[in-house]
């Protein structure tokens, strides 16, 4: 999966604390991905990150740099899910608000929290303005 932004250390940090994830680690040989794109001549324009699942279960994020910024609403967003398992609605609100909490000491922008027809939701912007959704 793969995101376009500015900010790659922020996101990349943002998003592994979302997901539970962690950075992806340098190739077998360098200390950072810093010291391998300098090694390799890549132009600072060029360099990315990635965030995997330290399971290896989920798929890996990679964020690439753009120029442009976002100008409309994402044509896909995340959906995460931190109550599976919660023994009662009630303890999976308290789950699920927590993560709210880990996300906005991230840099996560709470929107607002839904309670509908088609069941409950929190909804959050990313540090760049990314929509996705904590249930």
């Given at each position: 999966m793969?995101?376009?932004?500015?900010?790659i250390q922020a996101m990349t940090r943002f998003w592994a604390v979302a997901l539970n994830y962690c950075l992806q680690p340098p190739p077998e040989g360098f200390?950072?991905?810093?010291?391998f794109a300098v090694a390799q001549g890549i132009p600072k324009e060029l360099w990315h990150g990635a965030v995997i699942d330290?399971?290896?279960?989920?798929?890996?994020?990679?964020?690439?740099?753009?120029?442009?910024g976002k100008t409309a609403k994402n044509r896909v967003h995340l959906d995460i899910n931190v109550t599976e398992g919660?023994?009662?609605?009630?303890?999976?609100?308290?789950?699920?608000l927590a993560h709210v909490d880990r996300c906005v000491?991230?840099?996560?922008?709470?929107?607002?929290?839904?309670d509908g027809h088609d069941g409950w939701h929190i909804s959050?912007?990313?540090p760049e303005g990314n929509e996705f959704c904590i249930q």
């Open positions: 793969t995101f376009d932004c500015h900010d200390a950072s991905w810093l010291e330290p399971a290896g279960l989920g798929p890996r994020l990679f964020f690439q740099p753009v120029p442009e919660a023994e009662s609605k009630a303890d999976g609100r308290l789950l699920a000491e991230a840099g996560a922008t709470l929107v607002g929290v839904f959050m912007l990313d």
